[in-house]
Structures are given as C-alpha cells and as structure tokens.
C-alpha cells in the first residue's frame, strides 16, 4: 500500500476525577528488621539521627529535655508526611507516638540526674502510611477519513474505542517504585485496557539494566524497528517512545515521503515489526506485511487513559492513531506508557 492523498480527522474526549485521603501511623518499639535491607528503614534511620543531635545539653533539667524529645519528634515526623505526601488540606495529622509508661525509682537524685550527660536512647520507628482512593476516569477515541493510493483506488474508514472506570482502593504505602515507559502498541483487534499475563525481562530504556514489563494482550503488538535484522528486539533502542517519550515522534521520522503516513513508500517499512505474547516464553514477530498492516498514521491525539489490575498499575495510556489493512480494515495504534520493575 502506498498512500498518495490523505484526509484524516482524529477526534477524542477524555474525563477523570479522583478522590483521596492519606492517613499516617508513627509508633516507637523495637526492631525487628535490619534497616540496611529496606529503603524507607534506612530513610527513617537518617531522620532519627538527626532528632538525637537535637537533644539538649547535659546542663539541661531533666523536664525540659523530655520536652524538647517531643518536640522534636513531633516536627520530624511532620517533616516525614511531607516528604511523603506533600501538604494536603485533608490529610490526617501523624499519631503521635506513646508516652513511655515504665516505672521510675522516686529516690532517684535529681541533681545527679540533671548535671549526667542525658544519653540519647534508640529509637525504633514503627510505621504504616494508608492511602485510599476513589477514582472515575473514561476516554474515547476517534479515527476516520479517506485515503487516496497510488494505483488511483480510495479507502475510507472510520475506526474508535470507548473506555470507562470507576475504582476505589486502599493501599498501604511501600518501597516499591515503579517506572512507567512508552512504546507504541499497535491493536490487531479491540483496543483492550488488559495486558497478557505474559511478563518478560527487557532493557526498555536502554540503560544496560533489564526490567520487568507485561507484554500487551494477545491481539496487541509492540511496534519496534529490527535494525540489526536479526528478527528481534534487542532493546528500547528499537522500540518507540521508551527514550523519547513520544513514540508517535519516532515514528514519524521515518515519513520519508511526508505524506503522514508509513506505508511501503517507506524504507523503513520493511523493517517494522511486531513483538507479540505467545506461547514462547519470548513472545513472537511477525512483520507488518504479515499483520495485514499496509500502513500506520504519524499524526496522533491525547488520550489518557490509566491501565490497572486488582489496583495495580500496569500502565497508562498517553495517545492514540490508526492503522490501515493492506486489504481493508483498520485499528488503533496506542502508545502505552508499560509500568517496569527492576528484573530479579
């Protein structure tokens, strides 16, 4: 297919609200985890140490030092929710930590206890941060137009897809990050928001590090250029999106015709491929001209649209385009910002 004239309208509405509080539980007790192992442990430590360097002097009487501990932690521990969360009109003050409830001996000397050098005791941090949100997000999406080819034939089409969702969740705040990154998906069928249960391990960004990453829905395909020829994808150097953040821009630089569109007209067109779930622990490839796929718009419009699994991000939809059928049909190309974790 080689397209000569194009008239290509690409329509679509997006709406979402959302509704969330942040609560915050601090408590003191003793340690039961080595605080190297874990992130937020060893981010708690550093604060702890700096609260101990603000205890008072040995001079100091015994009432205003224990004054000066709470208040102390008092304000690290709102320094904390900060960081976390930032400052927000509706989030609920930390709990503050119990008073120590040991008995003292009363013959204790005082004056003793006021000219000895207050050591600072350990302080083990007990923390649980909640956050619950209510979210409703929808998104559609609209391609349809004609196009004129080479051997003086004409094709209209008109291709779309509607998403919606409501969800509510409560999570409890970890040390896990996720990064999200952007190849394009090209939709061989129904633009779903699932993702194959298929996961595989790939340097997306190109760093010399693998990620974790679901591969789209069977009917889906990840677009990528096999520059090497050797029928894979190497890395996220191949793929759209994953270095740019705008995979549609990527694409559109092997327009060598600047008609919009990638089409046989193209030297790169041959070398577009699609990376596939499949029964291979790998996925599969086949190339467009395999796909039915006779040629792919570069222009695109905005279409966020949040992709989630039993409240866990899987990714997020950032915009959308069309495909044309070398002999009939159409679909959807979307760019899919995929969440990754650091391979094992």
Not at 63 to 79: C, I, L, N, T, Y
Request: aromatic fraction near 6%; proline fraction near 4%.
């Amino acid at each position: 297919m080689r397209i000569a004239q194009s008239d290509l309208k690409l329509t679509s509405h997006q709406a979402s609200s959302s509704e969330s509080w942040k609560s915050l539980q601090v408590a003191e007790g003793d340690a039961s985890t080595d605080p190297s192992k874990d992130q937020f442990a060893a981010f708690f430590n550093q604060e702890l140490k700096a609260m101990a360097s603000l205890l008072p002097q040995a001079e100091a009487k015994q009432a205003d030092a224990s004054q000066a501990v709470d208040k102390s932690k008092e304000e690290r521990f709102q320094s904390l929710w900060e960081m976390l969360f930032g400052s927000h009109p509706t989030s609920k003050p930390a709990t503050p930590c119990p008073e120590n409830t040991t008995p003292t001996n009363s013959s204790t000397d005082t004056a003793s206890a006021a000219s000895a050098p207050i050591k600072p005791q350990p302080i083990t941090i007990k923390f649980l941060a909640v956050e619950h949100t209510k979210t409703s997000e929808s998104c559609s999406f609209n391609a349809s137009g004609k196009v004129c080819l080479k051997d003086g034939s004409t094709r209209q089409f008109d291709v779309g897809y509607q998403n919606a969702q409501n969800t509510e969740s409560t999570r409890i705040v970890g040390a896990e990050w996720l990064t999200l990154k952007d190849p394009l998906v090209v939709d061989m069928g129904p633009a779903t928001t699932k993702l194959s249960q298929q996961s595989v391990d790939f340097d997306l960004d190109n760093d010399g590090k693998k990620e974790r990453m679901r591969l789209p829905d069977a009917n889906s395909g990840l677009l990528f250029l096999d520059r090497n020829h050797n029928g894979v994808a190497d890395n996220g150097s191949e793929l759209f999106g994953p270095q740019s953040g705008n995979g549609f821009s990527d694409l559109a630089k092997l327009d060598d015709d600047h008609n919009g569109w990638i089409d046989e007209g193209d030297a790169a067109y041959t070398d577009l491929k699609l990376w596939q779930s499949g029964d291979q622990s790998t996925g599969r490839v086949q190339t467009l001209a395999q796909a039915g796929v006779g040629a792919m718009a570069t222009a695109s419009v905005q279409t966020e649209y949040g992709l989630k699994e039993d409240d866990e991000v899987l990714g997020q939809i950032r915009a959308s385009s069309v495909w044309l059928g070398e002999h009939g049909g159409a679909g959807s190309v979307r760019q899919i910002d995929l969440a990754t974790k650091p391979a094992a």
